[in-house]
T-cell receptor, first 112, second 111 residues
Framework: GQQLNQSPQSMFIQEGEDVSMNCTSS?????WLWYKQDPGEGPVLLIALYKAGELTSNGRLTAQFGITRKDSFLNISASIPSDVGIYFC????????????FGSGTQLTVLP | NAGVTQTPKFRVLKTGQSMTLLCAQD?????MYWYRQDPGMGLRLIHYSVGEGTTAKGEVPDGYNVSRLKKQNFLLGLESAAPSQTSVYFCASSKTNQPQHFGDGTRLSIL
């Protein structure tokens, strides 16, 4: 199946610092999504990207759809304690049933 | 404001037992999905449905069956549970060409 490489696997940062994480794929994706998962809950959609080169913001979060359509990154600015969680990238490639492929996640810890 | 609701939230089974996980969505979404999440891994697709009465296999379908008799419900069945099926199971739904919305998961342990 499709493979998504997400890095880093984990991050420990100080409150107020900026964070960057990225995903790369072995094949082209038509849509990139970024989700956040809090402990004991399901993933929640943060940002959706639909066009190569697209740069989209959601508050302190910014994500970009890579020009090659094989990568995406997520930046979080001025991190706060509630940013703690696991961040997943996910992508759609062409297909009739919109099957998502997920990265393995980035565990973010924000230190006070 | 329910969204995607999964029941039960927790379950412990013995090897060989059977059970059904229920997923219900109130957003009139066409597509529904069942994933499993294991430590250190992303979500892996088990089965999915593109509409009432239709289902299809995902990445890891073996040992599971599904049914979509009503548009709002998607059932995941384990006929003979195995320890390898210990996992957290997530249901999701979506409209056509829209991102998926997830439930809060069912934590299943097979002893």
């Amino acid at each position: 199946g499709q493979q998504l490489n997400q890095s880093p696997q984990s991050m420990f940062i100080q409150e107020g610092e900026d964070v960057s994480m990225n995903c790369t794929s072995s094949s082209i994706f038509n849509t990139w999504l970024w989700y956040k998962q809090d402990p004991g809950e399901g993933p929640v959609l943060l940002i959706a990207l639909y066009k190569a080169g697209e740069l989209t913001s959601n508050g302190r979060l910014t994500a970009q759809f890579g020009i090659t359509r094989k990568d995406s990154f997520l930046n979080i600015s001025a991190s706060i304690p509630s940013d703690v969680g696991i961040y997943f990238c996910a992508g759609f490639h062409s297909g009739s049933a919109r099957q998502l492929t997920f990265g393995s996640g980035t565990q973010l810890t924000v230190l006070p | 404001n329910a969204g995607v609701t999964q029941t039960p939230k927790f379950r412990v089974l013995k090897t060989g037992q059977s059970m059904t996980l229920l997923c219900a969505q109130d957003m009139n979404h066409e597509y529904m999905y069942w994933y499993r999440q294991d430590p250190g891994m992303g979500l892996r697709l088990i089965h999915y449905s593109v509409g009432e009465g239709t289902t299809a296999k995902g990445e890891v379908p073996d040992g599971y069956n599904v049914s979509r008799l009503k548009k709002q419900n998607f059932l995941l069945g384990l006929e003979s549970a195995a320890p390898s099926q210990t996992s957290v199971y997530f249901c999701a739904s979506s409209k056509t060409n829209q991102p998926q919305h997830f439930g809060d998961g069912t934590r299943l342990s097979i002893l």
